[in-house]
């Protein structure tokens, strides 16, 4: 494992699946991690649960999708550890629907959380991360922002606009020695994909190479290569976590 030793990691949407199992490897490998997301019961029961493992956990209720929650969490966050080395924008919503028929509320609550709240998110840490002249910030896509999926318009939008993002946020802060990746999952067992059927995950089986649906814990252990020192020449990389569902 690679170490995060003295690092301050700051995971959204860490109450349950791909951020639980991030949250979980950034402290094995030494990191003090901050988790946050909206729901309080969750996130005390993963801080103990890191607490019990021999790490260190600050848990904050925050919803990415309001700007003033984002600020004061942030705020109170540097207050806390007087540093942030590493973000991992994973908080994401869905609201599935036909495009044609995809209300515009659903159209907004997507892209505000699972887009506009990585944006927010960044702008807080900037200025820790380029007054410390060292960073990395890793956003969370997804295999459907490269290959796209009929009844997510929203979702797949927001998460091809994460890839953007990151690129030009990359290029942006190269020169104050902080790296902008993103990782793109595929299909990983999470409560986002428990709720389809046994028939669909089958097919979808079908159709990855390497025949299984992903772990949470494949996906951290990408965010745990692109947050450490070792990858200190990768930025403005989407790396694909897919089973080789979908080669890019």
Partial sequence: MFSLKDKVAVVTGASQGIGRDTALALSEAGAKVVVAARNEEKLAV???????AGGEAFALKMDVADAEQVKAGFKQMIEKFGRLDIL??????????????????????VLQTNLTGAHLCVQQVL???????????????SVVAQSGNA???NYVAAKAGLIGLTKAIAIEIASRGITVNAVAPGF???????VLPDKVKEELKIRIPLGRMGSPRDVAAAI???ASDEAGYITGHA???NGGMHLA
Avoid at 46 to 52: G, S, T, Y
Avoid at 188 to 194: A, F, L, R
């Fill in 88 to 109: 991992v924008n994973n908080a994401a919503i869905t609201r599935d629907g036909l495009a044609m028929r995809m209300k515009k509320d659903d159209w907004d609550a």
């Fill in 127 to 141: 200025p820790v991360m380029m007054k410390a002249r060292a960073g990395r910030i890793i956003n969370i896509s």
């Fill in 46 to 52: 993963l801080v103990n649960d890191i607490a019990a």
């Fill in 239 to 241: 790396l694909n976590v």
């Fill in 151 to 153: 009844g997510q318009a």
């Fill in 224 to 226: 745990v290569f692109l």
């Fill in 188 to 194: 990983i067992e999470t409560p986002m994909t428990d």
